[in-house]
């Protein structure tokens, strides 16, 4: 079965982008959102939050009868 990258619906902050990137890579969603922010923080902040909004754009929303 191929892996397809979704928000996620149940571990999601803000969207569930970063909790989705976290599922698909098999990491914990907090290391993402950790690594995430501090990226952010360190590139001056708005390409990171543009990035945030144009995935939360573009990623589908999980579909509730895929498996993780």
Known sequence: MKKKLYRSNTDKM???VLAGFA??????????RLVYAALTLFT?????????????????????????
């Open 23 to 32: 599922e698909y890579i098999n990491v914990d969603p907090t290391i993402v």
């Open 44 to 68: 001056a902040g708005f390409p990171g939050i543009l990035f945030y909004v144009i995935c939360a754009i573009v990623i589908p929303q999980k579909p509730f009868d895929v498996e993780p």
């Open 14 to 16: 803000i969207c569930g």
